[in-house]
């Protein structure tokens, strides 16, 4: 009796040993693989029937805020709206061969994106990201995108391929389109000038003068914001709100990534298509955040909480928080 105790201690002490190793040779492969438990934690999660998807933490969080959201603001997730919304379905990206939906939200590194995605979809023999022009990531016919395709196609792409988008602060994103189209001097901006300048200057700027009227060069950012918030004007896609352009209560993205951690939810996103394409690293860090609160705090209140109602939307379904 004696001698099957001490054969049960041992064999009691090995299996504790054993796990004891085992537990702590998983942490250490975690920790060389350097994964963060709330943002890199991956889960099986059922977004459809027909579709199993493999995901993050944090896109799970991030989806299921922007469910509630969608469920208190009473939004619609009609997904018949969704196929006769001529907008929605220019701004949707197809990638048939991976599979892939990429909804583009202007000013929130799209142009990166589509650099991205042409080289991807062997687009172009460039493989430094960076090297292809704006110009060309932008021209017209580069990619197919929901609106080419008919309606029982755009309904099954819906339901089967893997759908993302990425947001950012609503106002920071707004500052940034005021400095690239309004306050810069790329080519894209001399068109901002010409056809949103000079009527902004005209609209809101009493006794403007014709030098300012003809270069159209100095729009202060109050006098954009109030462009902005003029709800009777309908607004150009770098400025109008995320949650218009891409109907994220209708379709249900699989990633909604945040342009706060832009290379880490990119890079995720094209982890599961490619294990050579990653997306780049900017060659300077954007200011625009770091000039948001002075920007801001040079606006009239009243104005603040027009824009403030204008992006309610993205605030509340993308989790941001608003400055008043």
Not at 51 to 60: E, I, K, N, T
Not at 104 to 127: E, F, G, S
Not at 213 to 232: C, G, I, K, M, N
Request: charged share 25%; proline share 4%.
């Amino acid at each position: 009796m004696r001698q099957t105790k001490t054969v049960l201690c041992v064999l009691v002490a090995l299996l504790f040993c054993s796990t004891l190793i085992f537990y702590v040779s998983l942490n250490q492969v975690d920790r060389e693989q350097g994964q963060e438990l709330n943002k890199q934690s991956l889960v099986f999660h059922e977004d459809s029937p027909e579709q199993y998807v493999l995901s993050r933490m944090v896109d799970v969080q991030r989806k299921n805020h922007l469910r509630n959201q969608c469920r208190l603001m009473n939004y619609s997730d009609d997904l018949d709206s969704v196929l006769k919304d001529q907008e929605f379905l220019s701004h949707v990206i197809v990638d048939k061969e991976h599979k892939m939906l990429y909804c583009y939200v202007p000013k929130v590194a799209c142009t990166n994106w589509k650099r991205v995605l042409m080289v991807l979809m062997q687009k172009t023999n460039v493989t430094k990201v960076l090297d292809i022009t704006a110009s060309l990531a932008h021209s017209q016919n580069m990619f197919m995108k929901l609106v080419n395709y008919t309606t029982p196609e755009v309904e099954q792409m819906l339901k089967t391929y893997t759908k993302f988008m990425f947001v950012r602060h609503p106002l920071e994103r707004l500052l940034s389109a005021y400095k690239n189209k309004l306050q810069q001097n790329y080519e894209s901006s001399k068109y901002f000038k010409k056809r949103y300048g000079r009527l902004i200057i005209q609209m809101y700027r009493p006794n403007a003068s014709p030098e300012a009227l003809e270069r159209a060069d100095d729009v202060t950012f109050q006098e954009f914001a109030s462009y902005v918030s003029d709800t009777q004007l309908r607004p150009n896609e770098h400025w109008q709100p995320a949650a218009e352009l891409c109907r994220p209560c209708a379709v249900h993205y699989d990633v909604v990534g945040k342009y706060e951690s832009l290379k880490e939810d990119a890079d995720f996103v094209l982890s599961h298509v490619s294990r050579t394409v990653r997306f780049p690293e900017l060659p300077k860090p954007s200011n625009t955040n770091a000039n948001l609160k002075t920007s801001l705090d040079a606006l009239p209140e009243l104005l603040l909480e027009r824009l403030q109602q204008i992006y309610e939307a993205d605030f509340r379904l993308f989790d941001y928080q608003p400055v008043l």
